[in-house]
């Protein structure tokens, strides 16, 4: 399956990363969203994500099951490329971290700060806006996935990332 995805993670507690080229990088407690495609196959990318152990190659990497615990991932089929249109959506609604995840496009970033719990029902209009390229809409938790039939599932998938 090809696609897009959002993938979540939770950092316990404020930290400074070195992220390659970016340099030293603050990142503060909370969930984080970040951005990215599977244009082969996307539940394969999104699984290497959730590996402990691999090779340093994005920027996610250096983050991803390391810094941060990753607590699931929205996948998106479709033929279509849509992180630069989530990414263009997502960096009007929540602050980003320039340049992360982004070096091979004109995006600004690829990976964005969740502030509040409030702000989650965003993502469920950013993913309105990006449907009519969508075959099917897909959660996954790392072991399983999950087919979303109702984008108001996602909002419940969010929730009960609180108390993973």
């Known amino acids: 399956m ?3 995805y959002l993938l979540f993670l939770r950092n316990e507690r404020r930290c400074s990363v070195r992220v390659g080229r970016l340099g030293n990088i603050v990142f503060n407690s909370g969930v984080y969203v970040y951005v990215g495609s599977g244009l082969n196959n996307v539940v394969s990318r999104v699984g290497r994500h959730f590996k402990s152990v691999k090779r340093v190659f994005w920027h996610i990497d250096y983050i991803a099951s390391r810094v941060m615990r990753i607590i699931g991932a929205i996948l998106l ?7 630069g249109m ?4 997502l960096k009007d609604y929540y602050s ?10 004109k995006d600004v970033s690829h990976l964005f700060y969740i502030h509040t ?6 993502l469920v209009s950013v993913i309105s806006n990006v449907l009519t390229y969508v075959t099917d809409v897909y959660w996954y938790d790392g072991i399983k996935l999950h087919k979303v039939r109702d984008l108001a599932e996602i909002l419940n998938f969010l929730k009960e990332m609180k108390s993973t």
């Open 2 to 4: 090809r696609g897009s």
């Open 96 to 105: 980003y971290v320039p340049g992360f995840g982004a070096s091979d496009t």
């Open 117 to 122: 719990e409030s702000k989650y029902d965003l």
């Open 86 to 89: 989530l990414s263009s959506i």
């Open 77 to 83: 089929i479709s033929d279509k490329r849509l992180e």
